[in-house]
């Protein structure tokens, strides 16, 4: 089992940013790709971004490109998520997820672990 705790998560302006955190325990973190995912009211949860196991590659949905970046440190068993001139289309819970293998662009099926999720609020 792993276990995810976001945070980070709060009520920022439109043009502000927000760093998230997801913290493992449990298994060895460095063996499992990690993702973020979203989900607005009423919608489905959808990808953000992705990291594998080692932080060499990351992978971005479009409409955050060039504007949010993925990130880990093994050490501190700790993915990040850098969120910078944040939109009030970016309000949402945002989760972080595990899984053995990475893809560019996972579905939530893909995901073996997931955290509660921290909530992100950008007002206009």
């Known amino acids: 089992q792993v276990q995810l705790v976001e945070s980070g998560g709060g009520l920022v302006q439109t043009g502000g940013s927000l760093r998230l955190s997801c913290v493992a325990s449990?298994?060895?973190?460095?063996?499992?790709?990690m993702a973020w995912f979203r989900q607005a009211p009423g919608k489905e949860r959808e990808f953000v971004a992705a990291i594998t196991w080692s932080g060499s590659m990351t992978y971005y949905t479009d409409s955050v490109k060039g504007r949010f970046t993925i990130s880990r440190d093994n050490a501190k068993n700790t993915v990040y998520l850098q969120m910078n001139s944040l939109k009030p289309e970016d309000t949402a819970v945002y989760f972080c997820?595990?899984?053995?293998?990475?893809?560019?662009?996972?579905?939530?099926?893909?995901?073996?672990?997931w955290g509660k999720g921290t909530l992100v609020t950008v007002s206009p």
């Open positions: 997820a595990a899984d053995l293998y990475y893809r560019d662009t996972p579905d939530p099926s893909d995901m073996d672990y």
């Open positions: 449990g298994r060895t973190f460095s063996n499992y790709a």
